[in-house]
């Protein structure tokens, strides 16, 4: 091969030549090993190492791993013009290296391995989570007793983010579940001339329901994951051990103004929800079901109660609680490298739906009980 340092091969005579030149040490054995990936040798080829300067156990091992892959077997080869002490390193390598045995293949697990490995892994999950949000409820009432730890611009930075500039995709979404849920109830109400009983419908159900976990997995994935990934890349940066080293609380600078943050604006976001789901079941309501807005206003006076509405805020804080708990806890967490980060970032967009949807339903049979 013409132009390697490290080594050519000649062809004389219909004999094959390797001879190896230049240091092949461990510092260059990535350069050696990419220089190696093309070779190709027979059998019966010789080995000359009457330039080599100097050779490790390290590039030994390459070479011999490589001339195993191109020539089938080192015993065939000739070995040629090294010293003495070139002579030994090889000698030990190719000893070591006929006596290894191979690690042996990991046996594949059965059913009920793998379940019980998912259960641990489960509940090990759900044990961090739950440690996490006591030290997060104790950080809580820290900052409660002493104002002085609070952080009033952190406090706002994280408004800003999770409040006002989530306004727009929500107020979106929602008008068109708003929509899809008139358009399909309109449907079959038309069959019996129930036209006026889908503002009931869209009324209880976008308020009590779908406005408070629509709104809460569209801040899931946004607020949630930005949570992980900003978190994850400051533990990447070491930004989080120097907040430690500083002798400040990692949970009080970066943890308490993200989960307060969400706490106040998720029931805001599905207020905003709400209203604009109405507004989207009004605007499909007229040209469908003959249902004016004076009509539409005033059938939504009757039959939507106020404690629906509330109940739908109330769910709120507690979504924002376990959404924004997965997301730091995620983030605070993390492995030191860039996949780990995006995994716990799609990991908390996962889990933080799911949990939504178990508060969710763990809500309906609790007011289901007390017959709300």
């Known amino acids: 091969m013409p132009g390697t340092p490290w080594f050519s091969v000649d062809v004389a005579a219909g004999r094959t030549t390797l001879r190896l030149a230049g240091a092949w040490r461990l510092p260059q054995l990535a350069d050696i090993e990419a220089a190696l990936t093309g070779l190709a040798l027979p059998a019966d080829a010789t080995v000359d190492g009457s330039a080599l300067a100097a050779i490790d156990s390290a590039a030994a091992l390459v070479l011999l791993r490589a001339l195993q892959r191109t020539a089938g077997a080192v015993e065939g080869l000739s070995w040629a013009g090294f010293s003495e002490v070139h002579s030994r390193i090889l000698g030990q390598v ?20 793998q379940i019980g490995r998912q259960a641990f892994g489960l509940a090990a999950l759900l044990h961090g989570h739950v440690n996490f949000l006591g030290a997060t409820v104790l950080s809580l009432g820290e900052a409660a007793r002493q104002p002085r730890l609070a952080r009033p611009r952190e406090l706002t930075v994280q408004l800003e983010q999770t409040g006002l500039n989530a306004i727009p995709v929500v107020a979106l979404v929602t008008l068109l ?39 809460a997995v569209i801040v899931a994935g946004r607020s949630g994951a930005a949570f992980t990934a900003q978190l994850g890349a400051m533990r990447l940066t070491e930004e989080i051990d120097a907040i430690r080293t500083l002798g400040l609380s990692p949970l009080q600078v970066l943890v308490v103004p993200r989960v307060l943050a969400l706490m106040i604006t998720l029931p805001l976001l599905v207020f905003v929800g709400d209203v604009m789901s109405l507004l989207g079941a009004m605007a499909i309501a007229g040209p469908m079901l003959d249902i004016g807005p004076a009509a539409f206003m005033a059938r939504l006076h009757e039959s939507l109660d106020p404690r629906h509405v509330f109940i739908g805020l109330v769910k709120a804080p507690v979504f924002a609680l376990s959404i924004a708990v997965i997301g730091t806890r995620m983030g605070m967490t993390v492995g030191r490298d860039t996949r780990a980060v995006g995994a716990a970032t799609t990991s908390t967009v996962v889990q933080s739906i799911v949990a939504v949807i178990l508060l969710d339903a ?8 007390m017959d709300l």
């Open 94 to 113: 190719r000893t070591h290296l006929a006596t290894a045995t191979p690690p042996p293949a990991p046996r594949p697990r059965g059913l009920l391995a």
């Open 177 to 215: 579940i708003g929509i899809v849920i008139a358009y399909l109830l309109g449907l079959q109400a038309e069959k019996y001339g129930a036209n006026i009983f889908v503002v009931d419908g869209v009324a209880i159900g976008a308020t009590r329901e779908f406005a408070p976990i629509i709104v």
């Open 362 to 369: 763990g809500f309906a049979v609790v007011l289901q009980a």
